[in-house]
Structures are given as structure tokens and as C-alpha cells.
């Protein structure tokens, strides 16, 4: 009864708003119980046909869950060709597609495919904020990008983190704890380095569903369905301005932590 093929997937991501050309950043969760026939490799093949050969297909390879501060803690490095997503299945079958480019970062490593995508990744290794100014995350911004949630929430938005970069010095507290980590990275020609970045505070608990309420509100959010998967869409610009508006009103999509208090994360997301 919900059964569906690319072909009809494809379909349905055009009906919401995916054309071709599009730089496309997607989060998704594969349950083969929503009706998609076919693997995870399918899935990423379908995704990246859904904008061509003239866009670009972007997902997040995060290789960790809980908080970027506490993975950094322990001192791990990143081996950009071989340190696995923790991003679900879908992100790990993307990273090892033929073709696929993962940007040099040890906590926020984004993987591109597309005309755009060797420049999408580059420099990684030199931004001392994961997701903010020289990021990929900036590029996609300069891209006028979208980002699909792929029967995942809201709270998978990781772009969240480049608007509060972009908008820190108008934050009344502090974003990034002040530590600096260095650490050991492999990049794609097994060259080893030393990356330098912060961690995100632990201080805040980010609210994405705060930004999704307002969005939603102005109609800022489309929504597809094909079988018994459900998306939906956004633009970076409607984010970037929406989030904006709210810092710029008080409405600022954040808690703080009491000290002592139960914390939560948005860092793997």
C-alpha cells in the first residue's frame, strides 16, 4: 500500500520543490518499513539524480553522537577517508559512493557530490568554528541552498549552527566554549595534520523546535509525502532570515543550562 520507487520519490521531491540544479543538503533516516523499494544506496542514488548533474547533493557526516565538546575531550583524531558517519546508514553509504567529497574537519565533515563539490569541501581544515565563516556550511549559504528532512525532525539542523556562528556577536552569551582543540587529522592523501577548532557551548540547549514553530508560522516550511515517508523543505535564506528576526526580538531559539543541570545536544544533528 506504501510502497514506492525512485522514480516516484524523485516525483514527489520535484512536487515540494526540488529541482534540478539545486544544492540539495539532506538529513535522512532509512526505515525500510516507509515503503522505499530498494537499499540505502538506492536512496542516495535517487537523491543525487533528483538534482542532476548541474546541482549539488550535500549530507552531514558527523562521527560522533552527544556533544562535539566531549568528543574533542577525548582526544581522537579523523581520518577523512576512513573514520565512519555517525549519521545513519544513508550518510555512511553516501560517504563511500565513487565521487563523493568529504571535507577535512574532525567534528563537523560535510560530504558533497556535484559540480560545486570539491569547493564545497575545501579549506575545512582551516576554520577554527566548525560550521561558520570558510565552512562549507557558508558556501551552501552562498549557494542558496535547501535542505530536505528526510523522515527525520526538525532537530537534525545542523545549519543551525552556521546562523548562530553568523549571528554570535548579536547572541547575549557565549556559543562556543573558549577552549581551543588541536587535533590529529588524515586528510585524502594520508597526509597528517594537526586541525585546530572550537567546540560548541555546553552552556545552551539549542531549540530547534523554536525555529520550526516560527517558520512554520510563516509558511516558511513545505511539506511532501510519497508512500508512508513523509519531508519537508526549507531554504537557507528563509532560515538565515527567520532565525535572524528572532535574535533581532528576543525570541532567540536557545536555553540555557542550569549549572549542574541535564544537558542536551544539538551537536550530532
Same mark, same amino acid.
Given at each position: /500500500?506504501?510502497? =514506492?520507487?525512485?522514480?516516484?520519490?524523485?516525483?514527489?521531491?520535484?512536487?515540494?520543490?526540488?529541482?534540478?540544479?539545486?544544492?540539495? /543538503?539532506?538529513?535522512? $533516516?532509512?526505515?525500510?518499513? $516507509?515503503?522505499?523499494?530498494?537499499?540505502?544506496?538506492?536512496? +542516495?542514488? @535517487?537523491? &543525487?539524480?533528483?538534482?542532476?548533474?548541474?546541482?549539488?547533493?550535500?549530507?552531514?557526516?558527523?562521527?560522533?553522537?552527544? @556533544?562535539? =565538546?566531549? =568528543?574533542?575531550?577525548?582526544?581522537?583524531?579523523?581520518?577523512?577517508?576512513?573514520?565512519?558517519?555517525?549519521?545513519?546508514?544513508?550518510?555512511? /553509504?553516501?560517504?563511500?559512493?565513487?565521487?563523493?567529497?568529504?571535507?577535512?574537519?574532525?567534528?563537523?565533515?560535510?560530504? &558533497?557530490?556535484?559540480?560545486? &563539490?570539491?569547493?564545497? +569541501?575545501?579549506?575545512?581544515?582551516?576554520?577554527?568554528?566548525?560550521?561558520?565563516?570558510?565552512?562549507?556550511?557558508?558556501?551552501?549559504?552562498?549557494?542558496?541552498?535547501?535542505?530536505?528532512?528526510?523522515?527525520?525532525?526538525?532537530?537534525?539542523?545542523?545549519?543551525?549552527?552556521?546562523?548562530?556562528?553568523?549571528?554570535?556577536?548579536?547572541?547575549?552569551?557565549?556559543?562556543?566554549?573558549?577552549?581551543?582543540?588541536?587535533?590529529?587529522?588524515?586528510?585524502?592523501?594520508?597526509?597528517?595534520?594537526?586541525?585546530?577548532?572550537?567546540?560548541?557551548?555546553?552552556?545552551?540547549?539549542?531549540? @530547534?523546535?523554536?525555529?520550526? @514553530?516560527? /517558520?512554520?508560522?510563516?509558511?516558511?516550511?513545505?511539506?511532501?509525502?510519497?508512500?508512508?515517508?513523509?519531508?519537508?523543505? +526549507?531554504?537557507?535564506?528563509?532560515?538565515?532570515?527567520?532565525?535572524? &528576526?528572532?535574535?533581532?526580538?528576543? $525570541?532567540?531559539?536557545?536555553?540555557?543550562?542550569?549549572?549542574?543541570?541535564?544537558?542536551?545536544?544539538?551537536?550530532?544533528?
Amino acid at each position: /500500500m506504501f510502497s =514506492y520507487d525512485a522514480e516516484k520519490l524523485k516525483s514527489g521531491l520535484r512536487k515540494v520543490g526540488i529541482v534540478e540544479s539545486d544544492t540539495l /543538503m539532506v538529513h535522512v $533516516n532509512f526505515n525500510p518499513e $516507509n515503503g522505499f523499494r530498494g537499499t540505502p544506496l538506492d536512496l +542516495v542514488k @535517487a537523491l &543525487a539524480e533528483s538534482v542532476g548533474e548541474k546541482g549539488n547533493l550535500l549530507m552531514v557526516s558527523i562521527p560522533f553522537r552527544g @556533544a562535539a =565538546y566531549d =568528543y574533542l575531550a577525548q582526544g581522537k583524531g579523523f581520518n577523512v577517508k576512513k573514520t565512519l558517519s555517525m549519521m545513519g546508514l544513508v550518510t555512511e /553509504m553516501f560517504r563511500r559512493r565513487e565521487g563523493t567529497f568529504r571535507s577535512l574537519h574532525p567534528t563537523h565533515p560535510v560530504l &558533497a557530490r556535484g559540480k560545486d &563539490a570539491r569547493w564545497l +569541501v575545501a579549506d575545512h581544515d582551516r576554520c577554527l568554528y566548525p560550521c561558520g565563516r570558510g565552512s562549507p556550511f557558508e558556501k551552501f549559504h552562498q549557494l542558496k541552498g535547501k535542505i530536505l528532512f528526510f523522515d527525520v525532525g526538525f532537530g537534525a539542523i545542523t545549519f543551525f549552527h552556521y546562523v548562530e556562528d553568523l549571528l554570535k556577536e548579536r547572541i547575549p552569551f557565549p556559543v562556543y566554549d573558549e577552549r581551543l582543540f588541536s587535533v590529529p587529522v588524515v586528510d585524502a592523501d594520508g597526509q597528517s595534520h594537526l586541525v585546530q577548532s572550537y567546540a560548541f557551548s555546553k552552556n545552551v540547549r539549542r531549540m @530547534a523546535e523554536k525555529l520550526e @514553530a516560527e /517558520m512554520e508560522r510563516q509558511g516558511k516550511i513545505r511539506r511532501g509525502r510519497v508512500g508512508n515517508s513523509r519531508f519537508r523543505l +526549507v531554504t537557507v535564506e528563509d532560515v538565515v532570515a527567520c532565525f535572524t &528576526a528572532m535574535v533581532e526580538a528576543g $525570541n532567540l531559539p536557545y536555553e540555557l543550562v542550569p549549572s549542574g543541570g541535564q544537558r542536551r545536544h544539538q551537536d550530532d544533528e
